[in-house]
């Protein structure tokens, strides 16, 4: 089969250093060995530029990530996640097994809709000066019912023995929780799963810490 020339161009990743949804991105690209340029959101800059024109026209929603992909642009990490797990050779990130990939989805979900979004930037910036509060107990909260979620499907990783896009997820939440000073030592499952994660060379190339848009304060 003849690939057409936009399927052979590197995708696009229009991102923020320290954005989980943008790392849950990079993590899924490495994983996949796929190679990928980055062009920056700084979220905080010049009052924000995910809000100007020029990105509104390109996520509507002015968030990170956007990527352009085969001829589209598509946001909502999860979906780009998806794509490429469909789209791309290289380790599969939803399982074959359809109660698996049901236990992923879960778990991604409710990190995705039921702990981060009520810690991003856009939440906390409207919260004021209680938002370390307003973040711990959001991220606690949801901590307390992915442990025992966790608990039950984790072998290795989030759901059994291979890597999966509820590990891409974990991650980067977990990097929240701390920078937060939520206590991630009374979950125990999420520590461990976490501390093992974070050795694996893709999870350590797309930190936040090593990024082309990191402060040089922050680059390890």
């Known amino acids: ?14 991102g923020y250093f320290r954005s989980s949804c943008s ?27 995910q809000l100007t024109d020029q ?9 990170v990530p956007a990527v352009e992909i085969d001829g589209i642009t598509l946001s909502q990490s999860l979906a780009v996640i998806q ?10 990130l939803l399982p074959a097994c359809p109660k698996k990939r049901a236990q992923v989805r879960m778990i991604c979900d409710i990190i995705a809709s ?24 959001f991220i606690q909260r949801g901590f307390q019912a992915l442990e025992p979620i966790l608990k039950e499907t984790a072998g290795t990783y989030c759901v059994g023995d291979e890597i999966s896009m509820a590990d891409i997820c974990l991650v980067p939440q977990v990097y929240n929780a701390e920078r937060f000073k939520v206590d991630v030592g009374q979950f125990p499952t999420i520590d461990r799963l976490n501390q093992t994660l974070v050795g694996v060379e893709a999870f350590k190339l797309s930190h936040p810490s090593c990024q082309p848009d990191t402060p040089a304060d922050l680059r390890s």
């Open 1 to 14: 089969m003849r690939l057409s020339i936009v399927s052979l161009a590197k995708p696009i990743l229009h």
């Open 23 to 49: 790392w849950r991105v990079r993590i899924a690209f490495a994983l996949k060995g796929i190679e990928y340029e980055q062009i920056p959101v700084n979220l905080i800059k010049d009052g924000g530029q």
């Open 55 to 63: 990105y509104k026209a390109l996520n509507p929603m002015q968030q």
């Open 83 to 92: 794509y490429i797990d469909e789209t791309r050779q290289g380790p599969k």
């Open 114 to 137: 039921g702990i981060q979004p009520l810690q991003n930037l856009y939440v906390i910036q409207k919260i004021g000066a209680d938002k370390a509060q307003w973040a711990q107990h």
